[in-house]
């Protein structure tokens, strides 16, 4: 099968906890429950393409342990390539540590373990797959020289290429925004890219002018229940958020991406793609977990707000 999306990226085990709220520093708090649910942006990203309509490769690393083959087999699931998932000798396969409370909001550690170890040469070894795809989705939970390389390539061959930042801790690399077609950041990765605070839409709007003078081709912004703002240099639009009772946003921002990829592959507008992505988004966050909230095709068709 020829693919159509590509995502270079992590795959995470999410060991999730529900809990009234989020623990404070030095404080053992008592939870509600517990599961271990597939998860990494890379990964989510991947299955909501290929749940939303795309054709699906991965390329990532894993362990080589039992999280490592119950990720590989949840991508297989969806008919996602997996020939590039490598599983890694001697390290732990990704984890994610996260706690999830009351209001639906999350905090997360992540620890990289087999993320870490996916190296700009096992990006080129599957450069088949690159070449293959029409758009390319990179997040920040793999090395910063695979990030690198694969923007680089995904510009030299002529894809759309997609960055979403995250997790951000600052600025990026100024030379990495000539390769980006779309940056997709959340209101915190805006202000850690930007170094202006994302507060309000009119934060954003100043925020996402900054990201396209540095050079990205277009910016959403993802801003939770205020919806989303498109900019490309031309025009703002803002994107309303849909009206949903959400129950866990983990995989939210994820879906979105994924969705959108999907859309575009697809021939869709780039506002379509965003319609479409959001309604996929906000299916997503009334269900729990990352992978299992996804929605399908036929969910986000028959969505009526
Ligand atoms: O974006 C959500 C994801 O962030 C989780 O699935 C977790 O693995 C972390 O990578």
Same mark, same amino acid.
């Given at each position: ?117 996916? *190296?700009?040469? &096992?990006? +080129?070894?599957?450069?088949?797959? #690159?070449?293959?795809?029409? $758009? %390319? !989705?990179?997040?920040? =939970? ?60 009119? *934060?954003?709007? &100043?925020? +996402?002018?900054?990201?396209?003078? #540095?050079?990205?081709?277009? $910016? %959403? !912004?993802?801003?939770? =229940? ?63 977990? &990352? ?15």
């Amino acid at each position: 099968m020829d693919v159509n999306v590509v995502v270079v990226g992590s795959l995470n085990m999410d060991l999730v906890t529900r809990a009234e709220r989020l623990p404070r520093a030095g404080e053992t708090l008592a939870g509600e429950s517990f599961a271990t649910v597939a998860g990494g942006k890379g990964a989510n990203q991947a299955v909501a393409a290929a749940r939303l309509g795309a054709r699906v490769a991965m390329i990532g690393c894993v362990g080589a342990d039992a999280y490592g083959e119950q990720l590989r087999a949840a991508l297989e699931r969806e008919q996602i390539d997996c020939q590039a998932v490598t599983s890694v000798e001697g390290v732990a396969t990704g984890v994610a540590l996260i706690v999830v409370d009351a209001s639906s909001q999350n905090a997360i550690v992540v620890v990289a373990g087999g993320n870490g170890q996916l *190296s700009p040469a &096992a990006v +080129a070894h599957f450069d088949g797959l #690159l070449q293959q795809a029409e $758009v %390319i !989705i990179c997040q920040l =939970e793999v090395p910063q020289a695979t990030v690198e390389h694969t923007l680089a390539r995904g510009r030299a061959l002529g894809k759309t290429v997609i960055l979403n930042p995250a997790p951000a801790a600052g600025p990026l690399p100024a030379d990495w925004y000539a390769s980006i077609d779309y940056l997709i950041p959340n209101e915190s990765e805006a202000a850690a890219l930007s170094g202006l605070p994302v507060v309000s839409l009119e *934060s954003a709007e &100043a925020a +996402a002018g900054r990201l396209l003078a #540095l050079g990205a081709g277009k $910016v %959403i !912004i993802t801003l939770g =229940e205020q919806g989303a703002l498109f900019a490309d240099g031309q025009c703002f639009e803002h994107f309303a958020a849909l009206p949903v009772q959400a129950l866990d946003t983990t995989g939210a921002g994820d879906t979105f991406v994924g969705g959108f990829a999907a859309a575009l592959a697809q021939g869709k507008s780039e506002r379509e793609a965003i319609a479409f992505g959001q309604v996929a988004a906000a299916l997503s966050v009334t269900r729990a977990g &990352a992978q299992p909230s996804i929605p399908g095709l036929n969910d986000v068709q028959g969505f009526r707000p």
